[in-house]
């Protein structure tokens, strides 16, 4: 099991920045791609960006060059830097985290959200 917990979420104007955090504590054999998706009220979630253990990212068209993704392996955690935010970015941002049991199982963990808020 792995637990995932948010953090950094909160209220900014557009133009601002904020920096989301995600920790991962518990037991996986191997955590491969973590990521940050959103879900905006009355829409459905959808990617905003992922990272590989390697390194390689993966952003969705409405936040590239506006948001990066970083990672600390040894921690299990990762990070979502926004920044130029705008109000359509507002949502709720959950972050995720692939782990590959020894046996080569997959499991998929989200973490509870948190929430991204810009104001005009």
């Known amino acids: 099991q792995v637990q995932l917990v948010e953090s950094g979420g909160g209220l900014v104007q557009a133009g601002g920045s904020l920096r989301l955090s995600c920790a991962a504590s518990?037991?996986?054999?191997?955590?491969?791609?973590m990521g940050w998706y959103r879900q905006a009220p009355g829409k459905q979630r959808e990617l905003v960006a992922v990272i590989t253990n390697g390194g390689a990212t993966n952003y969705a068209d409405s936040v590239k060059g506006r948001f990066t993704i970083s990672r600390v392996n040894a921690k299990n955690a990762v990070y979502l830097q926004m920044n130029s935010l705008k109000p359509e970015d507002t949502a709720v941002y959950s972050c995720n985290a692939d782990c590959y049991s020894k046996h080569n199982d997959l499991y998929r963990y989200w973490g509870q959200g948190t929430q991204v808020t810009v104001s005009s």
């Open positions: 518990g037991t996986c054999f191997n955590i491969q791609a």
